[in-house]
């Protein structure tokens, strides 16, 4: 299923830099960045779970947050896109 | 049931891989072509020259993903293995088997029928599909052949015989060969097999296809455990992965010669996308094996039911089927290998 991950981290001290950095770092583990602070995910239940915990041990649950939107199997219908940035689609073929 | 992840083919070739965090990078001149979570694939074929970095080789050893490099033909060149996964138990009843002479029979038969039997089931649908248009009767006449052969090779007593058999099958499967191509005849007409370097645009096409239906092969036997190199039916050599090409027979009609034949009559793939080299061979040209690359992915997306297993799977996953399928006989789960027979 493809998963839609976006979060807002505080960065007004060192420490929320460095959460935001954690957090992005998790977020491009796991999928592509389709805008600053925006991941799309193709993940199974499982692997949804294991960033997740990922997640929620680095975030500070009183000063950031974290919106996971499940767009499920049948994404395509769900995503339009406009304007610059290129994207990939995770299943179709993947040439380079 | 394993899910059919995607494979990424990188055919730049001044390409170089690279590992950052869980990404594979696609690098081209100090750009970044491409960045990819390693989950969400299932393996790489690389088909350029300068290679990967050893960290994302490391990398997908560990994680069990298939990253091979092939030559810009689609020629087999390296293959990166980790550890041995599976269990010894698994591999030393398989050895066992493969020394087994009546054994290694028993798989390679109900192999081998299921190879004619699907060699024949092309040929059906040809003749259903296009009856106006092919010889139905040189068809229907070596449709029965290949059906006997099929009952022969079941009850066959020796791997010589089975050996022959399959043999005059396939001369007989391939000389209709050609009356199945329906489109593009100018540049497409197949006179014959011709290997190393292939020839003609078809046979271009067919070892193409064959090559990246072995890499499969190889991949879902070593992920179910069994060594891929030690077979029931073909003569084992140095660097050959015997079993992945036993295996490999039960696909070639339905799979790959199917494929390269639907890639010809829709006129997906034209004389345009080859190029001949000096000696000879014949070779895809970048965007043909591009293009090719996204019709070999779209196929193997596609649906079937499984006729032993009654369940949908995907043309990608059916080595992986097989291979457990195997793995189950080989551990005695099994009375019998049930190969895959296309209908």
Redo the contacts between chains.
């Keep these: 299923m493809l998963v839609l991950i976006t979060y807002d981290v505080n960065t007004q001290d060192a420490q929320g830099s460095r959460r935001l950095r954690k957090v992005s770092k998790v977020c491009v583990n796991y999928g592509q960045r389709v805008q600053n602070s925006v991941f799309e995910c193709l993940l199974s239940p499982a692997e949804l779970c294991v960033v997740k915990s990922q997640l929620f041990s680095i975030l500070d649950g009183t000063k950031d947050s974290l919106r996971i939107y499940n767009l499920g199997n049948s994404y395509k219908t769900r995503i339009e896109h406009y304007g610059a940035k290129q994207t990939y689609s995770p299943e179709e073929p993947m040439i380079f | 049931m394993k ?1 059919l992840l ?7 070739e001044n ?1 170089y891989l690279a590992l950052d ?3 594979v990078v ?1 690098q081209c001149e100090g750009e970044t ?5 390693i ?3 299932d393996g790489i074929m690389a088909f350029g020259y300068i290679g990967a970095s050893p960290a994302l080789m490391g990398k997908c050893a560990e994680m069990n993903k298939s990253l091979v490099f092939l030559k810009p033909s689609g020629r087999f060149l390296a293959k990166v293995t980790g550890k041995s996964y599976g269990n010894i138990l698994l591999r030393r009843s398989q050895y066992r088997i493969c020394d087994h002479e009546e054994q290694s029979l028993a798989i390679a038969r109900n192999i081998i029928s299921a190879k004619l039997a699907n060699s024949n089931a092309v040929l059906s649908r040809a003749m259903r599909d296009h009856a106006l248009r092919i010889d139905t009767e040189k068809f229907a006449r070596i449709g029965e052949a290949l059906q006997k052969g099929k009952v022969n090779a079941y009850h066959a007593q020796s791997a010589e015989s089975l050996r022959g058999l399959e043999g005059e099958c396939a001369n007989l499967y391939f000389s209709v060969f050609d009356d199945m191509i329906l489109q593009q005849k100018e540049d497409f007409s197949y006179r014959g097999r011709s290997r190393r370097p292939p020839m003609d645009y078809v046979n271009a096409m067919l070892s193409f296809s064959y090559s990246l239906l072995t890499s499969m092969c190889v991949s879902a036997l070593e992920s179910v455990g069994l060594d891929a190199y030690a077979g029931v039916f073909h003569t084992e050599r140095p660097g050959r992965c015997s079993l992945a090409l036993d295996i490999l027979e039960e696909f070639r009609a339905p799979f790959a010669d199917r494929f390269v034949l639907t890639a010809i009559n829709k006129k997906s793939i034209c004389g345009k996308d080859f190029v001949e080299k000096e000696n000879g061979g014949i070779l895809l040209t970048e965007d043909g094996r ?1 293009k090719f ?2 019709l ?3 196929k193997k ?1 596609e649906e079937l039911m499984h006729p032993f297993l009654q369940e949908k799977v995907e043309w990608g996953l059916l080595p992986y089927v097989q291979a457990m399928l195997l793995a189950k006989y080989i551990r005695g789960d099994l009375d019998e290998y049930p190969p895959f027979i296309w209908r």
């Design positions: 899910k995607n494979t990424l083919y990188v055919t730049t390409a965090g869980e990404n696609i072509l491409g960045r990819l979570p989950h969400m694939i591009k690359l996204t070999w992915q779209q997306k």
